[in-house]
Protein backbone atom coordinates (compact mmCIF):
# COMPACT_ATOMS: atom_id res chain seq x y z
CA UNK A 1 0.00 0.00 0.00
CA UNK A 2 3.32 2.30 -0.10
CA UNK A 3 3.23 4.62 -2.69
CA UNK A 4 6.03 6.67 -4.27
CA UNK A 5 4.39 10.09 -3.96
CA UNK A 6 6.41 12.39 -1.71
CA UNK A 7 9.34 10.39 -1.13
CA UNK A 8 12.41 11.95 -1.42
CA UNK A 9 14.81 8.63 -1.19
CA UNK A 10 15.07 5.22 -0.10
CA UNK A 11 18.06 3.67 2.00
CA UNK A 12 18.52 0.05 1.85
CA UNK A 13 20.64 -1.71 4.79
CA UNK A 14 21.34 -5.25 4.80
CA UNK A 15 21.81 -7.49 7.37
CA UNK A 16 21.11 -7.93 11.08
CA UNK A 17 20.52 -4.63 12.55
CA UNK A 18 18.92 -4.64 15.60
CA UNK A 19 21.36 -2.92 17.77
CA UNK A 20 19.75 0.48 16.44
CA UNK A 21 16.30 -0.86 15.18
CA UNK A 22 15.44 -3.11 17.74
CA UNK A 23 13.05 -6.04 16.77
CA UNK A 24 11.96 -6.69 13.33
CA UNK A 25 15.38 -5.59 11.91
CA UNK A 26 15.97 -9.53 11.66
CA UNK A 27 17.42 -9.20 7.72
CA UNK A 28 17.76 -5.88 7.31
CA UNK A 29 16.52 -2.22 7.74
CA UNK A 30 14.28 0.17 4.66
CA UNK A 31 14.48 4.03 5.80
CA UNK A 32 12.46 5.97 3.31
CA UNK A 33 12.44 9.54 3.66
CA UNK A 34 9.34 11.68 3.21
CA UNK A 35 10.60 15.53 0.80
CA UNK A 36 11.79 18.31 2.55
CA UNK A 37 10.66 21.75 1.63
CA UNK A 38 12.52 24.79 1.11
CA UNK A 39 12.90 27.92 -0.51
CA UNK A 40 9.59 29.65 -2.29
CA UNK A 41 6.40 27.14 -2.56
CA UNK A 42 5.94 25.33 -5.02
CA UNK A 43 3.25 22.97 -6.10
CA UNK A 44 3.83 19.99 -8.05
CA UNK A 45 0.66 17.77 -9.70
CA UNK A 46 1.49 14.36 -11.70
CA UNK A 47 -1.48 12.54 -13.61
CA UNK A 48 -1.11 9.65 -14.93
CA UNK A 49 -3.20 6.90 -17.18
CA UNK A 50 -2.34 3.43 -18.65
CA UNK A 51 -3.28 -0.23 -19.10
CA UNK A 52 -6.10 -2.19 -16.97
CA UNK A 53 -7.81 1.06 -16.81
CA UNK A 54 -5.55 2.41 -14.51
CA UNK A 55 -5.08 6.04 -13.51
CA UNK A 56 -3.17 8.00 -10.95
CA UNK A 57 -3.28 11.82 -9.97
CA UNK A 58 -2.05 13.72 -6.81
CA UNK A 59 -0.07 16.81 -5.77
CA UNK A 60 2.03 18.40 -3.42
CA UNK A 61 2.91 21.54 -2.04
CA UNK A 62 6.49 22.31 -0.91
CA UNK A 63 8.60 25.55 0.47
CA UNK A 64 10.01 27.21 3.60
CA UNK A 65 9.72 30.43 5.31
CA UNK A 66 12.01 31.50 7.68
CA UNK A 67 13.10 29.19 10.30
CA UNK A 68 9.59 27.05 8.94
CA UNK A 69 9.57 24.11 6.33
CA UNK A 70 7.17 22.33 4.98
CA UNK A 71 5.79 19.64 2.68
CA UNK A 72 2.28 18.24 2.04
CA UNK A 73 1.10 15.83 -0.44
CA UNK A 74 -1.90 13.85 -1.60
CA UNK A 75 -2.57 11.38 -4.55
CA UNK A 76 -5.07 8.60 -5.54
CA UNK A 77 -4.82 5.76 -7.65
CA UNK A 78 -7.23 3.51 -8.85
CA UNK A 79 -6.90 0.48 -11.23
CA UNK A 80 -9.69 -2.52 -12.51
CA UNK A 81 -6.65 -4.64 -12.54
CA UNK A 82 -6.23 -8.54 -13.54
CA UNK A 83 -7.71 -10.99 -11.50
CA UNK A 84 -5.78 -12.11 -8.73
CA UNK A 85 -6.24 -16.19 -9.34
CA UNK A 86 -4.36 -16.76 -12.40
CA UNK A 87 -6.22 -15.53 -15.97
CA UNK A 88 -4.58 -18.93 -17.34
CA UNK A 89 -6.45 -20.99 -15.22
CA UNK A 90 -10.18 -19.96 -15.92
CA UNK A 91 -9.98 -16.81 -14.03
CA UNK A 92 -11.68 -14.29 -15.47
CA UNK A 93 -12.93 -11.78 -12.85
CA UNK A 94 -10.71 -8.86 -12.58
CA UNK A 95 -9.58 -7.37 -9.50
CA UNK A 96 -9.44 -4.14 -8.70
CA UNK A 97 -7.41 -2.00 -6.03
CA UNK A 98 -7.67 1.96 -5.00
CA UNK A 99 -5.62 3.72 -3.15
CA UNK A 100 -5.81 7.45 -1.61
CA UNK A 101 -2.85 8.92 0.42
CA UNK A 102 -1.78 12.01 2.41
CA UNK A 103 1.46 12.82 3.84
CA UNK A 104 3.06 15.71 5.23
CA UNK A 105 6.66 16.87 6.73
CA UNK A 106 6.78 19.99 8.81
CA UNK A 107 9.45 21.11 11.08
CA UNK A 108 10.20 24.36 12.94
CA UNK A 109 13.92 25.49 14.13
CA UNK A 110 13.22 28.62 16.44
CA UNK A 111 17.08 28.40 17.75
CA UNK A 112 20.28 27.20 15.89
CA UNK A 113 20.91 24.19 19.14
CA UNK A 114 16.78 23.31 19.02
CA UNK A 115 14.09 22.31 16.48
CA UNK A 116 11.69 19.64 15.62
CA UNK A 117 9.78 17.92 13.28
CA UNK A 118 6.72 15.93 12.27
CA UNK A 119 6.07 13.83 10.06
CA UNK A 120 2.75 12.38 9.29
CA UNK A 121 1.06 9.95 6.64
CA UNK A 122 -2.67 8.59 6.14
CA UNK A 123 -3.50 5.69 3.75
CA UNK A 124 -6.31 3.93 3.23
CA UNK A 125 -7.53 1.40 0.24
CA UNK A 126 -9.65 -1.09 -1.02
CA UNK A 127 -8.42 -4.04 -2.61
CA UNK A 128 -10.55 -6.85 -4.24
CA UNK A 129 -9.11 -10.48 -4.13
CA UNK A 130 -9.90 -13.69 -5.12
CA UNK A 131 -10.43 -17.03 -2.60
CA UNK A 132 -6.30 -18.20 -3.64
CA UNK A 133 -4.63 -19.02 -6.36
CA UNK A 134 -5.00 -21.65 -8.86
CA UNK A 135 -8.12 -22.75 -11.13
CA UNK A 136 -11.80 -21.93 -10.10
CA UNK A 137 -10.59 -19.35 -7.33
CA UNK A 138 -12.42 -16.14 -8.58
CA UNK A 139 -15.05 -14.31 -6.28
CA UNK A 140 -16.68 -11.31 -7.34
CA UNK A 141 -17.43 -9.95 -3.72
CA UNK A 142 -14.19 -10.51 -1.60
CA UNK A 143 -13.14 -7.31 -1.24
CA UNK A 144 -10.54 -6.24 1.66
CA UNK A 145 -10.24 -2.80 3.30
CA UNK A 146 -7.13 -1.34 4.78
CA UNK A 147 -6.90 1.90 6.58
CA UNK A 148 -3.41 3.05 8.43
CA UNK A 149 -2.10 5.96 10.15
CA UNK A 150 1.45 6.92 11.25
CA UNK A 151 2.43 10.34 13.42
CA UNK A 152 5.80 10.87 14.29
CA UNK A 153 7.23 14.38 16.47
CA UNK A 154 11.25 14.49 16.66
CA UNK A 155 12.69 16.98 18.82
CA UNK A 156 16.05 17.71 18.52
CA UNK A 157 18.65 19.46 21.08
CA UNK A 158 22.26 20.46 20.68
CA UNK A 159 24.19 21.10 23.64
CA UNK A 160 28.29 21.72 23.70
CA UNK A 161 28.76 23.68 21.09
CA UNK A 162 27.51 21.21 18.79
CA UNK A 163 28.80 18.05 20.48
CA UNK A 164 26.15 16.38 22.35
CA UNK A 165 22.70 15.95 20.21
CA UNK A 166 19.45 14.53 21.57
CA UNK A 167 16.83 13.58 19.87
CA UNK A 168 13.32 12.45 21.30
CA UNK A 169 11.21 10.23 18.87
CA UNK A 170 7.37 10.02 19.36
CA UNK A 171 5.78 8.21 17.26
CA UNK A 172 2.27 6.02 16.89
CA UNK A 173 0.83 4.23 14.34
CA UNK A 174 -2.73 2.31 13.64
CA UNK A 175 -3.75 -0.02 10.92
CA UNK A 176 -7.42 -1.76 10.62
CA UNK A 177 -8.27 -4.05 8.42
CA UNK A 178 -11.60 -5.86 7.43
CA UNK A 179 -12.51 -8.60 4.79
CA UNK A 180 -15.37 -8.84 3.74
CA UNK A 181 -16.71 -12.26 1.92
CA UNK A 182 -20.47 -12.70 1.60
CA UNK A 183 -22.44 -14.90 0.07
CA UNK A 184 -22.91 -14.97 -4.01
CA UNK A 185 -24.00 -16.82 -6.68
CA UNK A 186 -21.01 -18.86 -7.11
CA UNK A 187 -20.19 -19.58 -3.48
CA UNK A 188 -23.91 -19.72 -1.80
CA UNK A 189 -22.99 -21.33 1.02
CA UNK A 190 -19.41 -19.49 1.85
CA UNK A 191 -19.37 -16.83 3.80
CA UNK A 192 -16.00 -14.96 5.32
CA UNK A 193 -16.17 -11.60 7.96
CA UNK A 194 -12.62 -10.91 9.69
CA UNK A 195 -11.08 -7.64 10.76
CA UNK A 196 -7.73 -6.68 12.32
CA UNK A 197 -7.12 -3.76 14.40
CA UNK A 198 -3.49 -2.57 15.82
CA UNK A 199 -1.75 0.33 17.65
CA UNK A 200 1.97 0.78 18.05
CA UNK A 201 3.49 3.75 20.40
CA UNK A 202 6.97 4.36 20.32
CA UNK A 203 9.66 6.54 22.47
CA UNK A 204 13.11 6.96 21.13
CA UNK A 205 15.94 9.26 22.89
CA UNK A 206 18.23 8.97 21.29
CA UNK A 207 22.14 10.95 22.11
CA UNK A 208 24.92 11.18 19.43
CA UNK A 209 28.18 12.66 21.44
CA UNK A 210 30.34 13.74 19.27
CA UNK A 211 33.49 13.07 21.17
CA UNK A 212 36.53 13.89 18.38
CA UNK A 213 36.22 14.59 14.86
CA UNK A 214 37.09 11.04 14.74
CA UNK A 215 34.56 9.74 17.03
CA UNK A 216 31.03 9.57 17.51
CA UNK A 217 29.40 7.74 20.59
CA UNK A 218 25.46 7.15 20.15
CA UNK A 219 23.65 5.56 22.56
CA UNK A 220 19.62 5.31 23.61
CA UNK A 221 16.40 4.21 25.62
CA UNK A 222 13.68 3.66 23.37
CA UNK A 223 10.40 1.93 24.68
CA UNK A 224 7.42 0.50 22.49
CA UNK A 225 4.05 -0.65 23.27
CA UNK A 226 2.36 -3.15 20.93
CA UNK A 227 -1.66 -3.60 20.94
CA UNK A 228 -3.87 -5.56 18.68
CA UNK A 229 -6.98 -7.35 18.09
CA UNK A 230 -9.02 -9.55 15.90
CA UNK A 231 -11.78 -11.42 14.81
CA UNK A 232 -12.96 -14.06 12.04
CA UNK A 233 -16.07 -16.11 11.62
CA UNK A 234 -16.41 -18.13 8.43
CA UNK A 235 -19.56 -19.98 6.98
CA UNK A 236 -18.96 -23.44 4.61
CA UNK A 237 -20.29 -26.64 3.63
CA UNK A 238 -18.18 -27.68 6.68
CA UNK A 239 -20.81 -25.57 9.26
CA UNK A 240 -20.06 -22.55 11.03
CA UNK A 241 -16.35 -21.32 12.82
CA UNK A 242 -15.58 -18.44 14.76
CA UNK A 243 -12.16 -17.02 16.30
CA UNK A 244 -11.77 -14.25 18.65
CA UNK A 245 -8.78 -13.10 19.45
CA UNK A 246 -9.78 -10.23 22.86
CA UNK A 247 -6.98 -7.22 22.73
CA UNK A 248 -3.82 -7.58 24.10
CA UNK A 249 -0.97 -5.53 24.49
CA UNK A 250 2.94 -6.02 25.30
CA UNK A 251 5.77 -3.51 25.83
CA UNK A 252 9.50 -3.76 24.94
CA UNK A 253 12.26 -1.57 26.56
CA UNK A 254 15.78 -1.43 24.87
CA UNK A 255 19.35 0.34 25.67
CA UNK A 256 21.68 0.43 23.18
CA UNK A 257 24.77 2.12 22.31
CA UNK A 258 27.31 2.16 19.64
CA UNK A 259 30.72 3.75 18.68
CA UNK A 260 32.08 4.55 15.16
CA UNK A 261 35.58 5.37 15.05
CA UNK A 262 37.99 6.97 12.28
CA UNK A 263 41.69 6.32 12.29
CA UNK A 264 44.17 8.16 9.66
CA UNK A 265 42.55 8.46 6.58
CA UNK A 266 41.40 5.06 5.17
CA UNK A 267 39.99 3.24 8.14
CA UNK A 268 36.22 3.09 9.52
CA UNK A 269 35.01 1.25 12.75
CA UNK A 270 31.83 0.26 14.18
CA UNK A 271 31.13 -1.18 17.59
CA UNK A 272 27.74 -1.64 19.02
CA UNK A 273 25.18 -3.38 21.42
CA UNK A 274 22.24 -3.32 22.22
CA UNK A 275 19.88 -5.06 25.40
CA UNK A 276 15.59 -5.26 25.38
CA UNK A 277 13.51 -6.69 27.83
CA UNK A 278 10.24 -8.19 26.66
CA UNK A 279 7.37 -8.56 28.79
CA UNK A 280 6.88 -12.14 28.27
CA UNK A 281 10.18 -13.36 26.47
CA UNK A 282 13.15 -11.60 28.81
CA UNK A 283 15.95 -10.15 27.65
CA UNK A 284 17.56 -10.14 24.39
CA UNK A 285 20.90 -8.97 23.62
CA UNK A 286 22.40 -8.34 19.78
CA UNK A 287 25.59 -6.91 18.50
CA UNK A 288 27.22 -5.37 15.44
CA UNK A 289 30.50 -4.82 14.03
CA UNK A 290 31.66 -3.34 10.93
CA UNK A 291 34.86 -2.18 9.58
CA UNK A 292 35.68 -0.79 6.37
CA UNK A 293 39.29 0.13 4.90
CA UNK A 294 40.08 2.62 1.62
CA UNK A 295 43.46 2.24 0.32
CA UNK A 296 44.33 6.22 -1.23
CA UNK A 297 46.54 5.49 -3.72
CA UNK A 298 44.62 2.39 -5.65
CA UNK A 299 41.11 3.48 -4.16
CA UNK A 300 40.27 -0.04 -3.52
CA UNK A 301 37.85 -0.33 0.09
CA UNK A 302 37.44 -3.37 2.29
CA UNK A 303 34.75 -4.01 4.04
CA UNK A 304 33.35 -6.15 5.99
CA UNK A 305 30.27 -6.80 9.19
CA UNK A 306 28.82 -9.37 11.63
CA UNK A 307 25.61 -8.50 13.25
CA UNK A 308 22.67 -10.53 15.28
CA UNK A 309 19.24 -9.23 15.16
CA UNK A 310 15.72 -10.62 16.90
CA UNK A 311 12.13 -10.48 15.97
CA UNK A 312 9.29 -10.94 18.84
CA UNK A 313 6.23 -13.04 18.64
CA UNK A 314 3.13 -11.46 17.54
CA UNK A 315 0.34 -10.57 19.71
CA UNK A 316 -1.34 -12.74 17.67
CA UNK A 317 1.23 -15.70 17.89
CA UNK A 318 1.71 -15.17 21.82
CA UNK A 319 -2.06 -14.92 23.17
CA UNK A 320 -4.42 -16.15 20.44
CA UNK A 321 -5.88 -19.38 20.58
CA UNK A 322 -3.33 -20.56 18.47
CA UNK A 323 -0.76 -19.15 20.29
CA UNK A 324 1.79 -19.95 23.21
CA UNK A 325 3.21 -17.23 25.57
CA UNK A 326 6.38 -18.73 26.12
CA UNK A 327 7.32 -18.55 22.51
CA UNK A 328 11.23 -17.39 22.21
CA UNK A 329 11.87 -14.23 19.82
CA UNK A 330 13.03 -15.16 16.06
CA UNK A 331 17.02 -15.11 15.75
CA UNK A 332 19.77 -14.53 12.87
CA UNK A 333 23.39 -13.89 12.71
CA UNK A 334 24.72 -12.65 9.52
CA UNK A 335 28.07 -11.60 8.21
CA UNK A 336 29.52 -10.18 5.00
CA UNK A 337 32.79 -9.47 3.26
CA UNK A 338 33.71 -7.30 0.09
CA UNK A 339 35.57 -5.54 -1.94
CA UNK A 340 34.99 -2.08 -3.96
CA UNK A 341 36.91 -1.27 -6.92
CA UNK A 342 37.12 2.04 -8.83
CA UNK A 343 38.39 1.40 -12.35
CA UNK A 344 38.53 4.37 -15.56
CA UNK A 345 39.42 7.18 -13.53
CA UNK A 346 36.52 6.94 -11.86
CA UNK A 347 33.69 6.08 -14.53
CA UNK A 348 33.32 2.35 -13.56
CA UNK A 349 32.68 0.29 -10.08
CA UNK A 350 33.18 -2.72 -9.64
CA UNK A 351 32.14 -4.70 -6.31
CA UNK A 352 31.97 -7.72 -4.75
CA UNK A 353 30.15 -9.23 -1.59
CA UNK A 354 30.37 -13.02 0.05
CA UNK A 355 27.58 -13.07 2.93
CA UNK A 356 25.73 -15.32 5.19
CA UNK A 357 22.68 -15.69 7.38
CA UNK A 358 21.40 -18.05 10.22
CA UNK A 359 18.27 -18.09 11.24
CA UNK A 360 17.42 -19.89 14.17
CA UNK A 361 14.07 -20.01 16.19
CA UNK A 362 11.39 -18.95 13.30
CA UNK A 363 7.98 -19.37 14.22
CA UNK A 364 5.77 -21.71 12.38
CA UNK A 365 2.66 -23.04 12.73
CA UNK A 366 2.66 -26.71 13.49
CA UNK A 367 -0.26 -28.33 12.25
CA UNK A 368 -0.08 -31.53 14.46
CA UNK A 369 -0.47 -29.45 17.68
CA UNK A 370 -2.52 -26.34 15.86
CA UNK A 371 -0.36 -23.99 17.98
CA UNK A 372 2.61 -21.69 17.00
CA UNK A 373 5.61 -23.31 17.83
CA UNK A 374 9.75 -21.93 17.52
CA UNK A 375 10.21 -25.25 14.97
CA UNK A 376 11.80 -23.68 11.96
CA UNK A 377 15.73 -23.15 11.29
CA UNK A 378 16.94 -21.56 7.74
CA UNK A 379 20.50 -20.73 6.29
CA UNK A 380 20.93 -18.30 3.14
CA UNK A 381 24.66 -17.70 1.77
CA UNK A 382 26.37 -16.26 -1.53
CA UNK A 383 27.66 -13.66 -3.26
CA UNK A 384 26.52 -10.84 -5.02
CA UNK A 385 28.19 -8.78 -8.32
CA UNK A 386 27.82 -5.09 -8.82
CA UNK A 387 29.15 -2.83 -11.44
CA UNK A 388 28.40 0.73 -11.99
CA UNK A 389 29.63 2.58 -15.60
CA UNK A 390 29.22 5.98 -16.60
CA UNK A 391 31.23 5.55 -19.97
CA UNK A 392 30.18 9.73 -20.71
CA UNK A 393 28.41 11.92 -19.49
CA UNK A 394 24.67 11.31 -20.76
CA UNK A 395 24.65 8.04 -20.38
CA UNK A 396 24.76 5.40 -17.22
CA UNK A 397 25.24 1.83 -17.16
CA UNK A 398 23.84 -0.37 -13.77
CA UNK A 399 24.77 -4.27 -13.55
CA UNK A 400 23.91 -6.48 -10.25
CA UNK A 401 24.01 -10.41 -10.05
CA UNK A 402 23.21 -12.59 -7.05
CA UNK A 403 23.92 -16.37 -5.95
CA UNK A 404 21.99 -17.15 -3.13
CA UNK A 405 21.75 -20.72 -1.78
CA UNK A 406 19.24 -21.05 0.79
CA UNK A 407 17.94 -23.97 3.13
CA UNK A 408 15.48 -24.94 5.49
CA UNK A 409 17.89 -26.78 8.30
CA UNK A 410 14.83 -29.27 8.82
CA UNK A 411 13.98 -30.64 5.35
CA UNK A 412 17.57 -29.79 3.76
CA UNK A 413 15.36 -27.96 0.93
CA UNK A 414 15.79 -24.87 -0.40
CA UNK A 415 13.26 -22.04 0.53
CA UNK A 416 10.17 -21.34 -1.19
CA UNK A 417 10.37 -18.30 -3.96
CA UNK A 418 14.04 -17.70 -3.76
CA UNK A 419 15.74 -17.49 -6.76
CA UNK A 420 19.29 -18.69 -7.08
CA UNK A 421 20.26 -17.00 -9.53
CA UNK A 422 18.88 -12.75 -10.14
CA UNK A 423 20.07 -10.33 -12.06
CA UNK A 424 19.82 -7.37 -13.77
CA UNK A 425 20.57 -4.45 -16.43
CA UNK A 426 19.79 -0.94 -16.09
CA UNK A 427 20.70 1.66 -18.87
CA UNK A 428 19.75 5.47 -19.01
CA UNK A 429 20.93 8.42 -21.67
CA UNK A 430 20.22 11.52 -21.32
CA UNK A 431 19.72 13.47 -24.75
CA UNK A 432 19.34 17.21 -25.70
CA UNK A 433 19.44 18.23 -22.28
CA UNK A 434 16.01 17.67 -21.73
CA UNK A 435 15.04 14.43 -22.32
CA UNK A 436 15.63 10.67 -20.85
CA UNK A 437 15.30 7.38 -21.93
CA UNK A 438 15.62 4.00 -19.42
CA UNK A 439 15.74 0.60 -20.40
CA UNK A 440 15.91 -1.88 -17.46
CA UNK A 441 16.35 -6.02 -18.36
CA UNK A 442 15.30 -8.10 -15.04
CA UNK A 443 16.11 -11.90 -14.95
CA UNK A 444 14.68 -14.38 -12.23
CA UNK A 445 16.01 -17.77 -12.05
CA UNK A 446 14.02 -21.08 -11.08
CA UNK A 447 12.19 -21.11 -7.84
CA UNK A 448 10.73 -23.76 -5.78
CA UNK A 449 6.72 -23.21 -4.52
CA UNK A 450 3.83 -24.90 -2.54
CA UNK A 451 0.71 -25.92 -4.88
CA UNK A 452 -2.18 -25.30 -2.70
CA UNK A 453 -5.00 -26.54 -5.72
CA UNK A 454 -3.86 -30.25 -3.80
CA UNK A 455 -4.27 -31.54 -0.55
CA UNK A 456 -1.58 -32.03 1.17
CA UNK A 457 0.10 -29.21 -1.01
CA UNK A 458 2.85 -30.59 -3.43
CA UNK A 459 5.79 -28.58 -3.91
CA UNK A 460 6.51 -27.38 -7.19
CA UNK A 461 8.93 -25.46 -9.42
CA UNK A 462 8.22 -22.27 -10.75
CA UNK A 463 10.40 -21.39 -14.13
CA UNK A 464 12.45 -18.79 -14.57
CA UNK A 465 11.81 -15.39 -16.32
CA UNK A 466 13.36 -12.30 -18.27
CA UNK A 467 11.31 -9.15 -18.18
CA UNK A 468 12.33 -6.21 -19.99
CA UNK A 469 10.98 -2.50 -19.49
CA UNK A 470 11.59 0.81 -20.98
CA UNK A 471 10.70 5.05 -19.75
CA UNK A 472 11.11 8.13 -21.59
CA UNK A 473 10.58 11.71 -19.95
CA UNK A 474 11.01 15.12 -21.83
CA UNK A 475 10.91 18.30 -20.28
CA UNK A 476 8.84 20.15 -22.15
CA UNK A 477 10.02 23.29 -20.44
CA UNK A 478 10.55 24.24 -16.90
CA UNK A 479 7.46 23.93 -15.75
CA UNK A 480 6.30 20.65 -17.48
CA UNK A 481 7.58 17.19 -17.84
CA UNK A 482 5.97 14.31 -19.65
CA UNK A 483 6.72 10.88 -19.18
CA UNK A 484 5.84 7.18 -19.90
CA UNK A 485 7.27 3.86 -20.11
CA UNK A 486 6.38 0.13 -21.08
CA UNK A 487 6.46 -2.54 -18.57
CA UNK A 488 7.06 -6.18 -19.94
CA UNK A 489 8.06 -5.15 -23.40
CA UNK A 490 7.94 -8.66 -24.65
CA UNK A 491 4.77 -9.70 -23.07
CA UNK A 492 6.19 -12.57 -21.09
CA UNK A 493 3.64 -15.13 -19.25
CA UNK A 494 5.38 -15.56 -15.29
CA UNK A 495 4.50 -16.76 -12.24
CA UNK A 496 5.82 -14.81 -8.83
CA UNK A 497 3.95 -17.10 -6.41
CA UNK A 498 1.73 -20.12 -7.91
CA UNK A 499 -1.62 -19.91 -9.31
CA UNK A 500 -1.38 -16.13 -9.27
CA UNK A 501 -1.73 -13.23 -12.33
CA UNK A 502 0.51 -11.30 -12.97
CA UNK A 503 0.45 -8.43 -15.96
CA UNK A 504 1.54 -8.88 -19.63
CA UNK A 505 2.37 -6.03 -21.40
CA UNK A 506 1.53 -2.76 -20.00
CA UNK A 507 1.58 0.72 -21.35
CA UNK A 508 1.42 4.02 -19.16
CA UNK A 509 1.87 7.65 -19.81
CA UNK A 510 1.34 10.89 -18.00
CA UNK A 511 2.66 15.10 -17.40
CA UNK A 512 3.88 16.25 -14.37
CA UNK A 513 3.98 20.43 -14.36
CA UNK A 514 5.27 22.79 -11.65
CA UNK A 515 3.63 25.89 -10.48
Known amino acids: HLTDDNIE ?39 EGGSFGSYRVGGSVTGSSGNVHYTLGASHYGTDGISAADVDLGNLEKDGYRNTTVSSRVGYAPHAAFDVEAHGRYTTTRSDIDNGGGAQQDDPNNITEHEQWLVQVTPRLTLGGGRWEQKLGVAISEVSRKNDNGFDAEHPQDLIASSFDSRIIDL ?11 NTVTFGLDAEEDRGESTFHSESAFGPFSSV ?46 GAHRFARAGTKLRATVGSGFKAPSLFQLYSSFG ?14 GVDQPLWRNRAMLGVTFFQNDFDNLIDFDGGTNQYNNIAKAKTQGIEFAARVR ?74 YFLVNLGASYDVNPRLQIFGRIENVLDHDYEEARGF ?7 YAGFRPTF
Open 324 to 337: DSGLDPEESVGWDV
Open 391 to 464: PRADVALQLSYTFTDSEDAQSKERLLRRATHKGGVQGSYRFVERGSVSLALLYVGTRDDNDFSTFPAARVRLDD
Open 9 to 47: RIEIVRGPQSVLYGSDALGGVINIITKRGSGTPRVRVRT
Open 245 to 290: FEQQSVRTWGFYAQDRVTLGEGFVGTAGLRADAHEEFGSHVTYRFA
Open 501 to 507: GVPGIAA
Open 204 to 214: DWQHNVYAHRN
